[in-house]
C-alpha cells in the first residue's frame, strides 16, 4: 500500500443530534494537504482505513483537544474558535511510513 493510495474515512459526530452523523471518505496523496473542516459543536472522528492509528504529532498544541483511542480511531474537539491544526497520523505498519499531514479547520 503506497501512501498516495491511502484513504482516510472521516466520521462527523453531532452532539446536538445523534441521527445526523456521516461519513466522508478522501484519497490523499503525499504531496498535498488535506483540508478538513472539524465540528465546532462536539467531537470529530478520524480513522486510516484498513488501519489503526498508534500516535499523532500536532500543531499546536493547544488548540484542540485529541485523543487517539485503543481501537485506533482519533477523536478531535475545538477549544477555540476559527483556528488552524496541523496534525501528523503516523499508522500502526512500521515498515510502511505512513505519515500524512491533514489541516483541520474549525466550520464557521
Avoid: W
Avoid at 17 to 26: D, F, H, K
Avoid at 42 to 49: D, E, Q, Y
Avoid at 53 to 73: A, K, L, R, T, W
Wanted: charged content about 20%.
Amino acid at each position: 500500500m503506497s501512501i498516495r493510495v491511502l484513504r482516510f474515512m472521516i466520521g462527523f459526530i453531532a452532539l446536538v443530534n445523534v441521527n445526523n452523523i456521516y461519513a466522508v471518505e478522501y484519497e490523499l496523496e503525499a504531496d498535498n494537504l488535506l483540508k478538513l473542516e472539524i465540528s465546532d459543536s462536539g467531537p470529530t472522528r478520524i480513522n486510516l482505513k484498513d488501519e489503526k492509528i498508534n500516535d499523532i504529532f500536532m500543531y499546536p498544541q493547544n488548540v484542540s483537544e485529541v485523543v487517539v483511542h485503543e481501537s485506533g480511531f482519533l477523536f478531535i474537539a475545538p477549544r477555540e474558535e476559527g483556528n488552524k491544526v496541523y496534525l501528523t497520523v503516523i499508522g500502526e505498519h512500521k515498515t510502511i511510513p505512513i505519515c500524512s499531514v491533514m489541516t483541520l479547520i474549525q466550520k464557521n
